[in-house]
């Protein structure tokens, strides 16, 4: 078993709808749990951070952690063809003073009009 | 935050040649790291870039191969060495402020 589990799509979704997008994991140690965007041929952009448990919320997208059932999600509301890329969780815990996440392999979210 | 950039962003090269990447932070950042990304796969890990010592590799990445300089706070190179078509890849730097990561916008090698 991975440590990071992401479903890699393709999702299609038409232009205005909710997107889910999802992550699992196994070890209870990671802390910290990243989103980011990746377009093509670029590098990935942080969009999303949190610590612990909770749900954190910028504009459109709102991140959510579970950490007792070990699962992450972000949701796109109103979602725009400009949306359309590749997102990946990642999510860290304290090592040594560091904190090198590990990355699910990616979701590819494509956006129609 | 910190904006990340590297040079060449893409390079085509013959096999068993060279190629050094560069790493530019736009602030001191305290670690630096190299990924590895395959088309429709994730990020590997193939080296923490020390400042003022060797790089420590990830499984896999041998310094003979990869070798890494990391001679300040805002700079590391990354050398691909003795280059065959399975090196061909997305080559990406990233840079750690606190709990998080920034990453350039990556070097797209092709080995032929």
Same mark, same amino acid.
């Given at each position: 078993?991975?440590?990071?589990?992401?479903?890699?799509?393709?999702?299609?979704?038409?232009?205005?709808?909710?997107?889910?997008l999802?992550?699992?994991?196994? +070890?209870?140690?990671?802390?910290?749990?990243?989103?980011?965007?990746?377009?093509?041929?670029?590098?990935?952009?942080?969009?999303?951070?949190?610590?612990?448990?909770?749900?954190?919320?910028?504009?459109?997208?709102?991140?959510?952690?579970?950490?007792?059932?070990?699962?992450i999600?972000l949701?796109?509301?109103?979602?725009?063809?400009?949306?359309?890329?590749?997102?990946?969780?990642?999510?860290?815990?304290?090592?040594?003073?560091s904190?090198?996440?590990?990355?699910?392999?990616?979701?590819s979210?494509?956006?129609?009009? | 935050?910190?904006?990340?950039?590297?040079?060449?962003?893409?390079?085509?090269?013959?096999?068993?040649?060279?190629?050094?990447?560069?790493?530019?932070?736009?602030?001191?950042?305290?670690?630096?790291?190299?990924?590895?990304?395959?088309?429709?796969?994730?990020?590997?890990?193939?080296?923490?870039?020390?400042?003022?010592?060797?790089?420590?590799?990830?499984?896999?990445?041998?310094?003979?191969?990869?070798?890494?300089?990391?001679p +300040?706070?805002?700079f590391?190179?990354?050398?691909?060495?003795?280059?065959?078509?399975?090196?061909?890849?997305?080559?990406?730097?990233?840079?750690?402020?606190?709990?998080?990561?920034?990453?350039?916008?990556?070097?797209?090698?092709?080995?032929?």
């Amino acid at each position: 078993q991975k440590e990071v589990e992401q479903d890699p799509g393709p999702l299609s979704v038409p232009e205005g709808a909710i997107v889910s997008l999802n992550c699992t994991y196994s +070890n209870s140690a990671f802390q910290y749990f990243m989103w980011y965007r990746q377009y093509s041929r670029k590098g990935p952009e942080l969009l999303m951070y949190t610590y612990s448990s909770g749900n954190k919320e910028d504009g459109r997208f709102t991140a959510q952690v579970d950490k007792s059932s070990k699962y992450i999600s972000l949701f796109i509301r109103d979602s725009q063809p400009s949306d359309s890329a590749t997102y990946l969780c990642a999510m860290s815990a304290q090592t040594g003073g560091s904190y090198i996440p590990t990355f699910g392999r990616g979701t590819s979210l494509i956006v129609h009009p | 935050s910190a904006v990340i950039s590297q040079k060449p962003s893409r390079d085509i090269c013959q096999r068993g040649t060279s190629l050094t990447i560069q790493c530019q932070v736009d602030s001191q950042v305290t670690m630096m790291f190299w990924y590895r990304q395959q088309p429709g796969q994730s990020l590997t890990l193939i080296a923490t870039a020390n400042q003022g010592s060797e790089a420590t590799y990830e499984s896999g990445f041998v310094i003979d191969k990869f070798p890494i300089s990391r001679p +300040n706070l805002t700079f590391s190179t990354l050398t691909v060495s003795n280059m065959s078509p399975e090196d061909s890849s997305i080559y990406l730097c990233s840079a750690g402020t606190g709990d998080t990561q920034y990453f350039g916008p990556g070097t797209r090698l092709t080995v032929l």
